[in-house]
């Protein structure tokens, strides 16, 4: 069985400062997903990584998939209220369905 | 383009009784997929329907049932509910396969008394 296991489970910090969360399978994952889900609604994607190695930046966001394509790291600089939320990961795994991480729950105080 | 709509957002049902929720794709998406949100398990799995036929399908007893029609909007049912259904059941809609960029609606809150 495929899982993905993101840590911290639980994040809160202070307005400004920085973070990481990460995703790590010993799962081989073709292509991984970010996605944030704010409270009331369902996940909405942030990114798609493809090739090992690989580093987008969106804004303040910059995530990372790991050489071998088992793990992946969202490091959010100089957060924001407006980060606030459930911070996903999800892989295109073996059985051609998403599996989704364990979630990181990011509180982000003004 | 209008986005992903759920119906009905909120549900209180009691134990044994049965539930149909309901699912509006995007436009011009042919894979509509089911995931159940708890507190404890994450976002799990379901099933996947394209072209009004399964074509995935998690760990999930058979209580749990979906179908989906010519214009790819999509119902999900369960029978027999129990208090561990207790969940936020989404669906999301991509253009071929559920592995492409997952489209969330807004889900439908069932609580199981």
């Known amino acids: 069985t495929q899982l993905l296991e993101q840590s911290p489970q639980f994040l809160s910090i202070q307005e400004g400062e920085n973070l990481t969360v990460y995703c790590n399978s010993s799962s081989v994952f073709s292509s991984l997903q970010w996605y944030r889900q704010e409270p009331g609604e369902g996940p909405v994607l942030l990114v798609t990584?493809?090739?090992?190695?690989e580093v987008k930046k969106l804004k303040r966001l910059t995530f990372q998939f790991g050489d071998a394509r088992k793990d992946s790291s969202l490091h959010i600089t100089a957060a924001q209220p407006g980060d606030t939320g459930l911070y996903l990961c999800a892989g295109d795994g073996a059985t051609n369905k998403l599996i989704f991480g364990t979630g990181t729950l990011l509180a982000v105080q003004p | 383009k209008a986005g992903v709509t759920q119906t009905p957002r909120y549900l209180i049902k009691t134990r044994g009784q049965q539930v149909t929720l309901s699912c509006s794709p995007i436009s011009g998406h042919r894979s509509v997929s089911w995931y159940q949100q708890t507190p404890g398990q994450g976002l799990q799995f379901l099933f996947e329907?394209?072209?009004?036929?399964?074509?995935n399908k998690g760990n999930f007893p058979g209580r749990f049932s979906g179908r989906q029609f010519s214009n790819s909007r999509s119902e999900m049912n369960v029978s027999t509910l129990e208090l561990g259904d207790s969940a936020l059941y989404l669906c999301?809609?991509?253009?071929?396969?559920?592995?492409?960029?997952?489209?969330f609606g807004p889900g439908t809150r069932l609580t199981v008394l």
């Open positions: 990584v493809v090739t090992g190695g």
């Open positions: 329907y394209f072209s009004e036929t399964q074509r």
């Open positions: 999301a809609s991509s253009r071929d396969h559920s592995t492409d960029t997952q489209y």
